[in-house]
T-cell receptor
């Protein structure tokens, strides 16, 4: 088991373009979480899945953001019509036992120019 | 809802000195408490957690934290730090029996100097 894997590690995109990130959780974990971390801040919750069901979404997740976990395994996070304010580190985490401690991936750093 | 305040954004110390990173939380329900560490260009790693039982919890690399319900605090301590402890440390809280999301503080950057 190689832990939580996120791809790509870095993404530079022009404002207005769409981007998609992928997260592969630890295989036996049924819960998957997305967080966003901006410079000088702690991670902020975006959304989480239990198996393929999206159970909670933050108000931070505007209409331009969509997350899926189609077969309860990997997950994708898509941002449409990117804005400079979307520049951040996007972190994925997985867990077997709910909010009792996650395993985080290394993150995808998005830069919108 | 929960919130976390990490009182120090940066803490510089010399190697082998003791250190305390402060964390206070607020919550209307009982909580679970966590400390995560983030090394440069890496994701967050769970350092230690308080779920129930003994209020003093320890990590494998010499850190400890004590849950103080009356002061709503969960300060992180180490009696003697190493250069390799240089990292950013995040305190986090989740509510028992409710949302599984973690609410993080803004982090404390610990720099250990030789």
């Amino acid at each position: 088991d190689t832990g939580v894997s996120q791809n790509p590690r870095h993404k530079i995109t022009k404002r207005g373009q769409n981007v998609t990130f992928r997260c592969d959780p630890i295989s036996e974990h049924n819960r998957l979480y997305w967080y966003r971390q901006t410079l000088g801040q702690g991670p902020e919750f975006l959304t989480y899945f239990q198996n393929e069901a999206q159970l909670e979404k933050s108000r931070l997740l505007s209409d331009r953001f969509s997350a899926e976990r189609p077969k309860g395994s990997f997950s994708t996070l898509e941002i449409q019509r990117t804005e400079q304010g979307d520049s951040a580190m996007y972190l994925c985490a997985s867990s077997l036992d709910g909010g009792l401690g996650y395993t985080f991936g290394s993150g995808t750093r998005l830069t919108v120019v | 809802a929960q919130s976390v305040t990490q009182l120090d954004s940066q803490v510089p110390v010399f190697e082998e000195a003791p250190v305390e990173l402060r964390c206070n939380y607020s919550s209307s329900v009982s909580v679970y408490l966590f400390w995560y560490v983030q090394y440069p260009n890496q994701g967050l790693q769970l350092l230690l957690k308080y779920l129930s039982g003994s209020t003093l919890v320890e990590s494998i690399n010499g850190f400890e934290a004590e849950f103080n319900k009356s002061q709503t605090s969960f300060h992180l301590r180490k009696p003697s730090v190493h250069i390799s402890d240089t990292a950013e440390y995040f305190c986090a809280v989740s509510g028992r029996g409710g949302s599984e999301k973690l609410v993080f503080g803004k982090g404390t950057k610990l720099t250990v100097n030789p």
